[in-house]
């Protein structure tokens, strides 16, 4: 029964983050202002970083873990530097 529930519980996640993902990517391609192209992509990053995991999960391979973990390291690092784009138009003074 509780394999049955994890394995329930492991598809419905990946399918609702996937269309998370999807949902951030018309934000993207749609977004009225670069501000909320830059969340978009900060959603983006952390839905795909958690999609990783959950395929982690499923097949019990910590390769999946590490991958998640270096994009959430350069998502942070992207959405930092945009955004002090964004309020100095510069990234390196």
């Known amino acids: ?14 399918i609702f983050l996937s269309l998370a993902m999807v949902c951030a990517t018309i934000r993207i391609l749609r977004g009225p202002r670069a501000q909320d192209r830059v969340l978009a992509l ?8 958690m999609l990783l995991l959950v ?7 910590t390769v ?3 991958a998640a ?3 959430a390291l350069l998502g ?6 945009l955004a002090k784009f964004l309020m100095r138009g510069e990234i390196i003074e």
């Open 1 to 14: 029964m509780s394999a049955t529930l994890l394995a329930w519980s492991v598809t419905l996640a990946q």
């Open 42 to 49: 900060d959603t983006l990053y952390v839905n795909a970083a």
């Open 55 to 61: 395929f982690g999960i499923r097949t019990g391979s």
């Open 64 to 66: 999946y873990f590490e």
């Open 69 to 71: 973990l270096v994009i």
């Open 76 to 81: 942070f690092v992207s959405t930092a530097g």
